[in-house]
Nanobody, 121 residues
């Protein structure tokens, strides 16, 4: 079994900052990519950012220049530093990992339980 556990959500005023973290644990052979997605009320889940095990990153246009993803391959963790937050960033943020479990030759997507981020004055 594999678990992704997120932390760091909360309420912040517009212009403020938050840092999300996610730790993957369990029967992991290799993690190929990790990332963050978000889902606002009444909307579909959308990509925020991803990072590969070599450090290549990808960001949604709406967060470029404000959000920064980082990863610790040795600890199987990924973090998201969110600066200059806007009300439209309000959503449940989900950690994602594309990984293979020990003993398997294929990779699957795994998800955390989600953490609420609310940007409001």
């Amino acid at each position: 079994q594999v678990q992704l556990v997120e932390s760091g959500g909360g309420l912040v005023q517009p212009g403020g900052s938050l840092r999300l973290s996610c730790a993957a644990s369990g029967n992991i052979f290799s993690i190929y990519a990790m990332g963050w997605y978000r889902q606002a009320p009444g909307k579909q889940r959308e990509l925020v950012t991803t990072i590969t095990n070599s450090g290549s990153t990808n960001y949604a246009d709406s967060v470029k220049g404000r959000f920064t993803i980082s990863r610790d391959n040795a600890k199987n963790t990924v973090s998201l530093q969110m600066n200059n937050l806007k009300p439209e960033d309000t959503a449940v943020y989900y950690c994602n990992a594309h990984l293979s479990e020990s003993g398997r030759i294929w990779a699957d997507n795994y998800w955390g339980q989600g953490t609420q981020v609310t940007v409001s004055s």
